[in-house]
Nanobody, 122 residues
Framework: QVQFVESGGGLVQTGGSLRLSCVVS????????MAWYRQAPGKQRELVGG???????NYADSVKGRFTISRDNAKNTVYLQMNSLKPEDTAVYYC?????WGNGGVNVLDAWGQGTLVTVSS
């Protein structure tokens, strides 16, 4: 079973930055598109953005221009650089393999990891 270990979350002030990491086990991420998702309190999980095998990225409109996804295939790790954070970015962040790259959905191939909590104070 594929495993995801997300880390790097924490408490940050509005306008601050964080870098999240997702270490993946049991597969080689070089063979798959990967994506980041988030779930805010009381809300449904949503797609933050993804990166395909060739390194092409896409992002939700709410984070475009502020967040950057990258991958290090040698380390089997996916990153989410978050800049200019806003209180509305407060959520638990997860990574996973998207079922359909580029369609904006939250259907994924694997069980969710524990995620990492990001809290942005105003």
């Amino acid at each position: 079973q594929v495993q995801f270990v997300e880390s790097g979350g924490g408490l940050v002030q509005t306008g601050g930055s964080l870098r999240l990491s997702c270490v993946v086990s049991r597969i080689s991420i070089s063979l798959y598109a990967m994506a980041w998702y988030r779930q805010a309190p009381g809300k449904q999980r949503e797609l933050v953005g993804g990166i395909n095998i060739g390194g092409r990225t896409n992002y939700a409109d709410s984070v475009k221009g502020r967040f950057t996804i990258s991958r290090d295939n040698a380390k089997n790790t996916v990153y989410l650089q978050m800049n200019s954070l806003k209180p509305e970015d407060t959520a638990v962040y997860y990574c996973n393999r998207p079922m359909n790259w580029g369609n904006g959905g939250v259907n994924v191939l694997d069980a969710w990891g524990q995620g990492t909590l990001v809290t942005v104070s105003s």
